[in-house]
């Protein structure tokens, strides 16, 4: 009799341990109310790339023969044009300074707090200017390993990032 009854209470204990594992295992873990959400994953330069390709790197604009101000934004250009290059339109700025959004011409000219607003005749959506203003806070990388840029180009780039 008192064996029949510890398997009962032992079956009883095993139900309850399976039901509570089932549970916890079908419910979804929700953080709290202040806690950090999944950072966004880096921005690339190949996603700033598309932006200038499709709305920039074009003849009549920043492409082409003969690039608007100089300023060739295609795949093969837009890097040495841009990151480190000193600004003909923003005084001082520089047109990308790594790490400093607020401080690079682009994002002044694509916000339109410095005119013309780029691109002309319209602008980017809020999410490409984000975007592009967040692959400059995390240092406006190259799509191209150093190792892979020509020797003048390289030592061009390094000789604009020094202060």
Known sequence: MIQ????RVAALLGIAVAVMLLQSACTQKVPPPNAPGPSPPPVTPDSVQVIFDDNCAFSGCHGGSDPA???????ARSYAMLVGVPSQTCGSLLRVKPFKPDSSCLIKRLTGEVAPQMPIGGSLSAAQVNVIRNWIAEGARSGAPAAALAAGEAADLLVRRLP
């Open 4 to 7: 029949a009854r510890m398997t």
């Open 69 to 75: 101000a100089g300023l060739d934004l295609s795949a």
